[in-house]
């Protein structure tokens, strides 16, 4: 395989490559308990060890790993990986907001705005959620240069996150002793204390009527998506007996809809994306998850069921009210022809086949009656790449 690194990097991609496979083995070898990571180590050591190995499918893979060792905690992978996948390929989106997302859950977020920074150069201007992230890195950047103005010794720039707010605070009080309140750089130290402070606990808050979740625009969503394999499993009985479990739950990303129940040697265990109708109640909406997607054809539908269903800390991301009723919204979709109440599946469907971003996307268990309707099972079939049982393939 042949990757490009950086100007003057000594090593060979090779060499950087099977170091970090390397490194993602021993994760596994000594223990590591998260099913999700363990199974892209898994796919990322057969696509490094192929008889013919293809370099873009290997970067690909190890791209996905960094992500599942972020979503799992194991920081310090995440940011090998990215370290990694920047050196073999400096001008890949990916490996840039990979890196991005890394250091900032590593604290370094001064490190974490340039990453950030490269990877919306890198895609002309990326999506609204590294916006949205980098909107208050840089505030909170800004208020740790305006408070090392005043004490330059500190360099709290230079700190991570969990150190700076007692060297604020061990700043601020050194600066009440030694000039008083008055003092303009007081004032000054002042200010940047609570301007950084106040970004530290709200920066993060969304829209209270979002459960604390933070939204998710078409963008963001894409984002989520992209590169990825993803499954959208029915609900039942059938998909419950089937003992698909351990392959709904390879999937990087599994799409569940409405009122779901987990099985898992059926149904799999992990719920990714919950696409749920205005209407719908029951037990789905009490489901965690990672993202939870409201369809409603009306806005006051749509605020209806997010103000009176949604629970709040069940799940991280709310998909906004552009992707309230994406099947019939001209900006998305636009397909004025289909019902105003279509089947949530198909809806969802629709959705990820329009993004077109995901390595694969496929139906699980909507071979039986009455999971779509006729019309929506006519759509499925003519768009089908292949089925086998109860698997469906649109990509």
């Known amino acids: 395989m042949k990757f490009r690194l950086r100007p003057g990097s000594v090593a060979r991609a090779e060499d950087l490559f099977t170091a970090c496979v390397r490194e993602c083995a021993a994760y596994v070898a000594g223990g590591g308990g998260d099913a999700a990571l363990v199974a892209a180590i898994g796919a990322l050591v057969v696509e490094h060890s192929a008889h013919e190995p293809s370099a873009e499918r290997a970067f690909d893979a190890l791209l996905r790993t960094g992500q599942r060792a ?126 950084y402070s106040r970004l530290a606990v709200d920066g993060a808050m969304a829209d209270p009527l979002l459960g604390g979740a933070t939204p998710l625009g078409v963008g963001d969503l894409r984002g989520q998506v992209e590169g990825r394999t993803v499954c959208v499993v029915a609900n039942g009985e059938d998909v419950a007996a089937g003992g698909l479990g351990a392959t709904i739950d390879a999937y990087d990303v599994v799409v569940r809809v409405d009122s779901f129940r987990l099985h898992p040697p059926g149904t799999g265990a992990r719920t990714d994306v919950h ?108 768009h089908a790449r292949g089925n086998d049982g109860p698997l469906t393939a649109l990509r």
């Not at 409603?296 to 799940?315: F, I, M, N, T, Y």
Request: cysteine-free.
């Open 70 to 195: 972020l979503d799992a905690g194991e920081i310090r992978l995440a940011r090998r990986i990215a370290d990694s996948a920047v050196a073999l390929r400096a001008r890949s989106k990916g490996a840039w907001r990979l890196r991005g997302s890394a250091l900032e859950a590593d604290g370094r977020e001064i490190e974490a705005v340039e990453a950030y920074e490269r990877y919306q150069s890198l895609a002309a201007g990326g999506t609204e959620d590294v916006a949205r992230r980098l909107t208050v890195l840089r505030a909170k950047r800004n208020a740790l240069l305006a408070a090392d103005t005043v004490d330059p010794g500190a360099r709290l720039r230079e700190l991570p996150r969990d150190e700076v707010r007692a060297a604020l605070t061990d700043a601020m009080e050194r600066r009440l002793a030694g000039h008083g309140a008055t003092d303009p750089g007081t004032r000054a130290l002042a200010e940047a204390f609570g301007a």
């Open 275 to 382: 696409a749920v109708a205005h209407r719908s109640g029951g037990p789905g909406w009490r489901q965690q998850v990672t993202t939870r997607l409201v369809f409603g054809d009306k806005p006051s539908e749509w605020r209806e069921a997010v103000r009176e269903r949604l629970v709040p800390g069940a799940q991280r991301w709310v998909g906004d009210r552009t992707l309230a009723r994406p099947l019939r919204d001209p900006a998305l979709i636009g397909e004025t022809r289909w019902a105003a109440d279509t089947s949530t599946a198909f809806t969802v469907v629709r959705l990820l086949d329009f993004l077109d971003v995901s390595e694969r996307l496929d139906l699980i268990g909507f071979d039986r009656p009455g999971q779509l309707r006729a019309e929506e099972r006519q759509w499925i079939r003519a």
